[in-house]
Each structure stands twice: as structure tokens, then as C-alpha cells.
């Protein structure tokens, strides 16, 4: 493969990914940077995922519909994400907003992983409203 080619996917990617502004799924990322790649294939899209969780600025934001979403971050230290299980809407939370939780399990004798708690499913006010007015 020419490397020229690499090196667009690779930016189509990235600017899909930069402007999605919500937690998103490979596929979604997929379709968002055909229109820079048109030629940018599935599995180089779930490839380029892999890399950047390796190098720590997209992390994993659950699930929505059944299909695992992510979220670029450049934040540093520990700190997790509240991530809209309707919409994808991300917010960051500062520090540890678990730290009540791992007092309980420590006082049960129990060593929270909260690591794998990084982003916590939430419903922004957006989607709550939207619920309101529905019911
Ligand atoms: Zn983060
Ligand atoms: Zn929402
Ligand atoms: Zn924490």
C-alpha cells in the first residue's frame, strides 16, 4: 500500500474524529471520514481505533445501541467521563467522581476498579427533556 494513502486515511480519521464532539462508534467514525477518503476501508477505521487507545486519547465510553462507543481525550491523571446513552454527549469529570463508591467497597474489603468505570452511561438534559415531553 502506497504511503501516501495511509497518510489520508489516517487524517480523515482524525478530523472525523476531532468534529464528532460526542462519544462515537467505530462505524459512525467510518462514515464521517468517507467523505475526506472515500476509499478508507472498515478495518483501517477499527485499526487506527485500536492505535489510538494504545496511545491513550480515545477511551472507551460503553456502549450504545449494542455497539461499543468511544471518546477522544487528551485529559491527564485519573478522572472519568459521563457519556449520554441516548445521544453520545460526553461531559469530563475532574479527579475521581467515584471516590464515595471506593470508600464503601474498600469498607466491605473490597478494592473498587474504577479504572474500568472510566465513563459512567448518563442522560444529558437534552435527551431527559426530550423524555419529559414524550410521557
Ligand atoms: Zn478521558
Ligand atoms: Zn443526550
Ligand atoms: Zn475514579
Same mark, same amino acid.
Not at 8 to 23: F, I
Not at 85 to 100: R, S, Y
Given at each position: 500500500?502506497?504511503?501516501?494513502?495511509?497518510?489520508?486515511?489516517?487524517?480523515?480519521?482524525?478530523?472525523?474524529?476531532?468534529?464528532?464532539?460526542?462519544?462515537?462508534?467505530?462505524?459512525?467514525?467510518?462514515?464521517?471520514?468517507?467523505?475526506?477518503?472515500?476509499?478508507?476501508?472498515?478495518?483501517? @477505521?477499527?485499526?487506527?481505533? +485500536?492505535?489510538?487507545?494504545? /496511545?491513550?486519547?480515545? &477511551?472507551? *465510553?460503553? #456502549?450504545? !445501541?449494542?455497539?461499543?462507543?468511544?471518546?477522544?481525550?487528551?485529559?491527564?491523571?485519573?478522572?472519568?467521563?459521563?457519556?449520554?446513552?441516548?445521544?453520545? @454527549?460526553?461531559?469530563?469529570? +475532574?479527579?475521581?467522581?467515584? /471516590?464515595?463508591?471506593? &470508600?464503601? *467497597?474498600? #469498607?466491605? !474489603?473490597?478494592?473498587?476498579?474504577?479504572?474500568?468505570?472510566?465513563?459512567?452511561?448518563?442522560?444529558?438534559?437534552?435527551?431527559?427533556?426530550?423524555?419529559?415531553?414524550?410521557?
Amino acid at each position: 500500500m502506497e504511503p501516501g494513502r495511509n497518510r489520508k486515511n489516517r487524517m480523515a480519521l482524525l478530523d472525523a474524529g476531532r468534529s464528532m464532539n460526542r462519544a462515537f462508534s467505530v462505524r459512525e467514525l467510518h462514515t464521517a471520514a468517507r467523505d475526506a477518503a472515500p476509499r478508507l476501508g472498515l478495518t483501517t @477505521a477499527y485499526r487506527t481505533m +485500536e492505535r489510538w487507545r494504545e /496511545e491513550g486519547w480515545a &477511551e472507551d *465510553a460503553g #456502549t450504545r !445501541g449494542g455497539e461499543a462507543v468511544y471518546v477522544l481525550c487528551a485529559a491527564q491523571g485519573h478522572h472519568h467521563h459521563v457519556v449520554c446513552v441516548d445521544c453520545g @454527549a460526553t461531559a469530563l469529570l +475532574e479527579g475521581c467522581a467515584l /471516590e464515595p463508591a471506593r &470508600e464503601s *467497597a474498600r #469498607t466491605a !474489603g473490597f478494592d473498587l476498579l474504577d479504572a474500568a468505570l472510566g465513563s459512567l452511561p448518563a442522560r444529558c438534559q437534552a435527551c431527559a427533556g426530550a423524555d419529559e415531553q414524550s410521557a
